[in-house]
Nanobody, 120 residues
């Protein structure tokens, strides 16, 4: 059974930065593709970044150039660096495990989420 331990959410001012961390247990981490998604109030959950087991990265257009996904296989951890945050980035952020099919990442298992709130 896959388990997630998500850290790093909180309250930040507009223009600020946060780093989210997610420890993934119960999976063959080194061979997993991983991602981060988010869900803002009243909106659908969306995928914002993904990284394959060999380091290929995908980003949603809304976060390109501001967010960076990375992984540390030794620590079984996937990170999301959030820079230049705006109020539109306020959401619950979820890490996930999934797979790349061609160039498209599809998440299959989601964590419980961590809240990010950006004050304007």
């Amino acid at each position: 059974q896959v388990q997630f331990q998500e850290y790093g959410g909180g309250l930040v001012q507009s223009g600020g930065s946060l780093t989210l961390s997610c420890v993934v247990l119960g999976s063959t981490f080194q061979s997993n593709s991983l991602g981060w998604g988010r869900q803002a109030p009243g909106k659908e959950r969306e995928l914002v970044a993904a990284i394959s087991h060999v380091g290929r990265k995908n980003y949603a257009d809304s976060v390109k150039g501001r967010f960076t996904i990375s992984r540390d296989n030794a620590k079984r951890t996937v990170y999301l660096q959030l820079n230049n945050l705006t109020a539109e980035d306020t959401a619950v952020y979820y890490c996930n495990v999934g797979g790349f099919y061609g160039t498209t990442y599809t998440p299959t298992i989601w964590g419980q989420g961590t809240q990010v709130t950006v004050s304007s």
